[in-house]
């Protein structure tokens, strides 16, 4: 049963507009959130991260607001520029409750900027 | 610089022929992990290691070992390696007292005929 689900594969959206991209979970011990972005031959970086104590954070044009009751989070790009095009993972972890530093990843999207 | 290395970042090997892939940090993170992407799955984990001499099952541990002797290394081994392992792997590292963010070798991909 996959925990972390990223349930759109694909996003494109015009370069100067919004990108949108969502991840919902379904384990109630998560704590933590976190989003990854990947560039083809690359591995993983960290782009943002938010608190399930908080329901937003921002990080220049990079936001990330979370709804706990709903237990769905999303990312928020503006304005998208082509050079954000990449695979976008979202990961969750229980960073709180005595569990170790594992994250759990979702599939990914890949977010298609278009100039 | 602060870096996660993999080695090789290429292998096309067959089926059943021994062979490991290293994995180093200079960040002296006592948390190690090996991830493999496949296609529509994402990253699922493979094993990881809180510090050293302390390793453990993830989500997709058969068909590898790990072992952590030092705490910069912590190499994956494939005994008997199938086309199923056919996969690119990564190798990550974060301090367990850290914020838990991750840092990411380059990958190697991994081709078994």
């Known amino acids: 049963d996959q925990q972390v689900k990223q349930n759109s594969p694909s996003l494109s959206v015009q370069e100067g507009r919004i990108s949108i991209l969502n991840c919902d979970y379904t384990n109630s011990m998560f704590d933590y959130f976190l989003w990854y972005k990947k560039y083809p031959a690359e591995g993983p970086t960290f782009l943002i991260s938010i608190s399930s104590i908080k329901d937003k954070n921002e990080d220049g044009r990079f936001t990330v607001f979370l709804n706990k009751s709903a237990k769905h989070l999303s990312l928020h790009i503006v304005p998208s520029q082509p050079g954000d095009s990449a695979v976008y993972f979202c990961?969750?972890?229980?960073?709180?409750?005595?569990?170790?530093?594992?994250?759990?990843f979702g599939k990914g999207i890949t977010l298609s900027v278009r100039p | 610089e602060a870096q996660v290395t993999q080695n090789p970042r290429y292998l096309i090997t067959v089926t059943g022929k021994k062979l490991t892939v290293t994995c180093s940090q200079n960040m002296n993170h006592e948390y190690m992990s090996w991830y493999r992407q496949d296609p529509g799955l994402g990253l699922r984990q493979i094993y990881y290691s809180m510090n050293v001499e302390v390793t453990d099952k993830g989500d997709v541990p058969e068909g590898y070992k790990v072992s952590r002797k030092e705490k910069r290394n912590f190499p994956l081994i494939l005994e008997s390696p199938s086309p199923n392992q056919t996969s690119l792997y990564f190798c990550?590292?974060?301090?367990?007292?850290?914020?838990?963010?991750?840092?990411f070798g380059p990958g190697t991909r991994l081709t078994v005929l």
């Open positions: 990550a590292s974060t301090r367990t007292s850290g914020t838990g963010e991750q840092f």
């Open positions: 990961a969750a972890s229980a960073r709180y409750t005595g569990a170790n530093s594992k994250l759990t």
